[in-house]
Nanobody, 125 residues
């Protein structure tokens, strides 16, 4: 059974930093495209960042220069370092594995074969 577990969410003030972690079991990192989505209340899941199996990365314009995605294949873990956080970054953040394509937004739970349960990030002004 594949399981993705996110951690590292929390509440911070604007300008602060958080590092999200996604740990996988039953799945081998590096074999497919993986990434992070986020869902603000009332919205679909918006793509934040992807790291491909070849190590290339993609970032949404809204987070470019502030967020960094990385993975440690030996630990089956993916990270999202989030710096200079803004109130508009407030959302539930989901990690996803085996992402099928590049979409700005998706219905949460779709377009990737595996999803985590999500972790809340709240940024106050």
């Amino acid at each position: 059974e594949v399981r993705l577990v996110e951690s590292g969410g929390g509440s911070v003030q604007a300008g602060g930093s958080l590092r999200l972690t996604c740990t996988a079991s039953g799945f081998t990192f590096g074999d497919s495209d993986m990434g992070w989505f986020r869902q603000a209340p009332g919205n679909e899941c918006n793509l934040v960042s992807i790291i491909s199996s070849d190590g290339s990365t993609y970032y949404a314009d809204s987070v470019k220069g502030r967020f960094t995605i990385s993975q440690d294949n030996a630990k089956n873990t993916m990270y999202l370092q989030m710096n200079s956080l803004k109130p508009e970054d407030t959302a539930v953040y989901y990690c996803a594995a085996d992402i099928m394509g590049l979409f700005d937004s998706v219905v949460c739970g779709t377009r990737a074969n595996y999803w985590g349960q999500g972790t809340q990030v709240t940024v106050s002004s």
